[in-house]
């Protein structure tokens, strides 16, 4: 018998752990390890609420968990609960797949100030992580402005400027329905620091802005190149800076009272405010011959009383394992970090791809693992779960198993608003409460 530990219940994980159950069959046993009791990482806490299709994904990573050989461990904090360099003691691998949950400064002046919010703070507000349940963000003033120029930005664009109505059939959160439905927010400004053909935005996610029921996208179209030039973009981008095309082409509708204002070839500079934010000092650039964006000098002030930084994220370190400051990930190769110890996802890449980029990462790696322990070898004679859970028990840690997660989902269907899916429980000590229950 083989023993693996995957450490995040996030896409990563669950498709790592998808290949080594299919490589390994009866042979193995693989058990997933996440902090928080809940599973499925980015798909319950990073996927927009309205984008349930998405988030459909899920019912393939439960079939994961339901395996013969497979098992869920919510509940259990790397570091505190176990370590590293334990795991490898009672495993023959251990995989992080930890993720980017950290949010990457904007490293401006008063990037500090009470009002800028990084957006995995701010998604996970409005998605209900626990971590940011109390987040209480400024929507009282008229202006928002969204640095990044991703479907990250996006997402949060399009959430801050949906009605009530809009959301049903999202799992948004009561806490952020309620504030978002109080909003005062009427502009939101998307700044770039290059110009259109630069956008790290989808064809899809930029298309649901001219569906919005109270806001209109705005362009200015002297910021678009000229349309000759789309066509040295591949299809999918093609698609998107068409969307900024029309949106430029399409006055306002003076019905609707928000604007999303897209501002491209802007700098952000500092962030200025009595102790608050209240403006986002500008740099207007230009795009140097091999696209890097430069400043030109000329400054301007944008008004914001809410600033959401769109700028990536970091995987965050782990004691005893190498961490690269500059990428914010492992160091590693082709997955491979140190003897039996690996890496997929955002934790091996950073922050970059899809859902579905997840995949090969993590049956890559499954493909190394047997490699090193032929699924026919001799067993290696680690405990596997046997160890961890005397160790766990030892340490009065009492793990969440899939089928108690299966109780608290069964709660938050249960406490659904009409034509939503469900009501996520935000409170770690409510969701414990609830899988116990």
């Given at each position: ?15 790592t752990a998808e290949a080594l159950a299919k490589t390994y069959g009866e042979a193995a046993r693989v058990d ?196 000759a030039a789309d066509e040295a973009l591949d299809p999918g981008q093609r698609k998107s800076v068409q969307h ?194």
């Open positions: 018998m083989r023993h693996f530990a995957v450490i995040g219940s996030g896409p990563a994980g669950f498709y997933i390890l996440d902090r928080l009791p809940v599973p499925y990482g980015l798909i319950r806490f990073g996927v927009a609420p309205d984008h349930q299709s998405i988030k459909a994904v899920a019912k393939r990573y439960e079939k994961v968990a339901l395996s013969p050989g497979v098992r869920f461990l919510g509940n259990v904090h790397l570091g505190a609960d176990v370590s590293v360099e334990e795991l490898l003691h009672y495993y023959d691998a251990v995989i992080l797949a930890t993720g980017a949950p950290n949010d990457r400064r904007l490293g401006i002046p008063g990037d500090d100030l009470p009002g800028v919010i990084g957006s995995a703070a701010f998604v996970g507000w409005y998605n209900g992580h626990p971590d940011f349940a109390d987040l209480d963000p400024p929507l009282s003033g008229s202006h928002a402005v969204v640095v990044g120029n991703g479907n990250v930005a996006l997402d949060v664009a399009r959430i801050l400027s949906k009605t009530p109505a809009e959301f049903e059939g999202s799992d948004i959160v009561g806490h952020a329905f309620e504030a978002l439905g109080n909003s005062s927010i009427r502009t939101i400004t998307i700044l770039g620091r290059r110009g259109p053909h630069q956008i790290a935005m989808t064809p899809k996610e930029l298309g649901e802005l001219g569906h919005l029921q109270a806001a209109s996208p705005v362009v200015d179209a002297a910021d678009l190149p000229p349309p900024l095309r029309d949106f430029a082409a399409t006055p306002p509708d003076p019905a609707k009272p928000k604007r999303i204002a897209f501002d491209f070839f802007a700098k952000p500079l500092a962030i200025e405010g009595e102790g608050r934010a209240e403006r986002v000092i500008v740099e207007r650039t230009a795009l140097s011959s091999d696209g890097a964006a430069l400043g030109t000098g000329e400054t301007y002030a944008v008004p914001a009383d809410l600033v959401v930084s769109c700028i990536g994220y970091a995987t965050p370190a782990i004691p005893g394992v190498p961490y690269d400051e500059r990428f914010g990930r492992f160091p590693n190769e082709t997955g491979r970090i140190a003897d039996r110890l690996y890496c997929v996802g955002w934790a091996r890449r950073g922050p970059t791809g899809t859902i579905g980029t997840n995949r090969p990462d993590g049956y890559e790696v499954a493909e190394q693992v047997a490699a090193l322990f032929p699924p026919a070898g001799e067993p290696s004679g680690r405990e596997g779960s046997d160890g961890l859970d005397r160790l766990l028990r030892s340490r009065g840690c009492a793990p969440i198993l899939f089928e108690d997660w299966q109780k608290i989902e069964a709660a938050e269907i249960a406490a659904a608003r009409a034509g939503n899916p469900r009501e996520k429980l935000v409170r770690v000590e409510d969701m414990l409460q609830a899988g116990r229950s």
